[in-house]
């Protein structure tokens, strides 16, 4: 049986990338933006907003292209990082278990899976591909949030040794 293996010098490569986690908005309902039930911690789905702005809002395959939509999910990303940091005080001891994306979608559009890549690259970016990368779903949706053109939800395993 393989052991686990989680997260250390996330920050410093997020400062090698040149990405700043940013404040985290306040929910846009009834929901808390993150829970953690044992050491499992639960994203809610996050929407591309970045210094109060959405990103590339739209439709995918009508208004949004691909390469648009997969740096909003790329933003998405950060932005559950900046709650998983302001919940656990930092990146290191997690590891990604499951990224869900859903993207707004034309009727005929089919390439949800490269938008979601914006969101996997850059957990490998910041992780490893050992840490962060973790089972996935991508899905089409007639509509987000906002008008977001892509939502991410997350859900990361929290080291035992580190968190009690």
């Not at 990224?99 to 707004?104: D, K, M, R, T």
């Amino acid at each position: 049986m393989k052991l686990a293996v989680y997260s250390s010098g996330a920050e410093e490569r997020l400062t090698e990338l040149e990405i700043s986690l940013p404040e985290i908005a306040s929910p846009l309902a009834l929901y808390e933006p993150v829970r953690r039930s044992g050491y499992y911690l639960y994203v809610s789905g996050q929407i591309a907003m970045s210094e109060g702005s959405l990103v590339h809002p739209g439709v995918v395959g009508e208004s949004v292209t691909v390469d648009d939509a997969a740096k909003a999910a790329r933003v998405c990303t950060i932005n559950g990082l900046a709650a998983v940091k302001k919940i656990i005080g930092g990146l290191d001891g997690i590891r990604l278990v499951k990224l869900s994306g859903y993207v707004a979608s034309a009727s005929d559009f089919h390439q949800q899976p490269k938008v979601i890549d914006g969101a996997s690259q850059l957990l490998i970016d910041v992780f490893g591909t050992e840490v962060g990368m973790g089972a996935r779903a991508a899905v089409g949706v007639s509509a987000l949030p906002l008008g977001s053109s892509v939502e991410v939800e997350l859900m990361f395993e929290l080291d035992s040794a580190v968190y009690s």
